[in-house]
Each structure stands twice: as C-alpha cells, then as structure tokens.
C-alpha cells in the first residue's frame, strides 16, 4: 500500500461528512442505542457542521489516502477548447478496474487518472481540555478513524504520528484525547504510541452521557 497523508481543504466538506458518519456508525453502531447514534451522526457530521470546522481556526483534518489499490479513470467533459478545467466539467465518473476501456469517444471527453481512495483521518482541534489536562498550550486529537478493510495496517498509527508531528509544528507542547472505555484496542494503541491515561471526561452521544479515558502525550 502506498499510503499519503495531507491536509483536508474546505472543498473537503462532503467528503468528511460521509466518510466521517460511515466509520464513525461502523465502529460503534452496534454497541450503541439506535436513536441516540443517530441523533449523533446527524449533529457531528453533517456537511454544514464539518464545513464549520474546516473554517475554525484551529482546527485541521488530515486525510490518509491509498494511492494503489484501484485505478480510477475520471470521465470529464472538456468544455470551450483543450484546456482542463477542473470546475464545474464532472460529467460522467466510473471507478474501473485497471486496463478497462470505456465506450464514450475520445472526442468530447478525456480521462485523467487518479488512484487514490480516502481509508482513514484524524481530526486535530483546538477544545477546552478537561481538568485532568494540566498544560494550557494542547491540542486534542478530536477524531481518529479508518475504513474497518484496512484497519491493522499501520494506517491509524501514521496518522497518529502525523497528528504529533503537526501539533508540534504548530508549537503546541502536549496532545490529548478521549477514548472510550469500552474500546481497548484503541486504548492499546494509543499506549503504545506513547499516550498515558490522566483522566476521565464525559462524552455525550445523543441522550446518553458516557465515561472516556483521558489520554495525553508531551510533546
Ligand atoms: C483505532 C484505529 C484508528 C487504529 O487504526 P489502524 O490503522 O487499525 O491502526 P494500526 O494498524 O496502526 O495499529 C493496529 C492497532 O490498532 C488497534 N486497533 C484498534 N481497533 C482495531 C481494529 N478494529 N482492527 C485492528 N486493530 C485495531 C490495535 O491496538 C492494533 O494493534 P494490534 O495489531 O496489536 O492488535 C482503527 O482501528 C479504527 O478506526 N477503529 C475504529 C474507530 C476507533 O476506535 N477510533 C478511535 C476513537 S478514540
């Protein structure tokens, strides 16, 4: 796999919205109450709502992508001449297996390839840290989470360290995070990536008010 990771831009919104709710319903769905997951779902991820954080000042998604595992062909159309222009052109989009040909004539349209598929983001913001945090100058780790097909592949571990590495850089000296209880593999990971339990906060999801463990990491 050949993985990237950049920085999400405001175009980025529907994007993270659908795949912030699927990961997000995966992972915890069936350990939750129905209407309580919904409620949620539609609060923290609507595309309104991450449009807003992408604004925030403070606030910095970063997307991982695979960049091998499918060949994309992107069907556009070329409007008003040979030069491409990116906006505004989607006419006709088909994920194919490498190698596939297309019946659509070369005439009115070209093809640009494009091999990347979004399997995992993290969510960097800028929150009012719980009492258990001691250090002013910290960054949360709001979001962390990969498609469940590539889970155990190094992805969320990347993302982590990239987490550390932007925190860092934007001089901030600690980065924290809130995990739930019940969700001990990730609690693994992050203890092995050096993240020690300080504490406890609550965490709301629809009408059910939950206990996560506080994690931190000095920077
Ligand atoms: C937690 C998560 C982001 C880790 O990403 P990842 O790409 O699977 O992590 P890595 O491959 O770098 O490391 C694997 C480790 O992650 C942890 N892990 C957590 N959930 C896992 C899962 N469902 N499958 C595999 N590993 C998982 C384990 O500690 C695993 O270590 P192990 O190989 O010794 O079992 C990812 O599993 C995920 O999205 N889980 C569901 C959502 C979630 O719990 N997010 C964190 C909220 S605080």
């Not at 960054?139 to 590495?165: F, N, P, W």
């Amino acid at each position: 796999m050949t993985l990237t990771i950049r920085k999400a831009s405001e175009n980025d919104d529907a994007v993270i919205a659908a795949f912030g709710r699927k990961t997000f319903e995966t992972a915890f769905g069936s350990e939750n109450d129905p209407d309580d997951m919904q409620s949620y779902l539609e609060d923290a991820f609507s595309e309104a709502q991450i449009a807003r954080e992408l604004k925030t000042p403070g606030t910095t998604f970063l997307l991982a992508f695979d960049r091998s595992h499918l060949k994309k062909r992107v069907l556009v159309e070329v409007h008003g001449g040979p030069e491409l222009q990116p906006a505004g052109i989607l006419q006709h989009s088909e994920e194919l297996k490498q190698g596939a040909n297309t019946e659509i004539g070369p005439k009115n349209y070209c093809e640009i390839a494009s091999n990347e598929t979004l399997v995992g983001y993290a969510k960097l913001e800028k929150s009012l840290p719980p009492a258990c945090i001691r250090e002013s100058n910290a960054m949360e780790l709001g979001r962390l989470y990969v498609t469940a097909h590539h889970m155990g592949k190094g992805i969320g571990s990347q993302l982590i360290q990239a987490c550390v590495d932007e925190a860092s850089r934007q001089g901030y000296k600690t980065v924290w995070l809130g995990v739930w209880k019940r969700n001990f593999r990730a609690q693994a990971l992050y203890e092995r990536l050096g993240f020690v339990r300080v504490g406890t906060k609550t965490f709301v999801l629809g009408a059910d008010v939950q206990q996560d463990l506080v994690y931190a990491k000095p920077l």
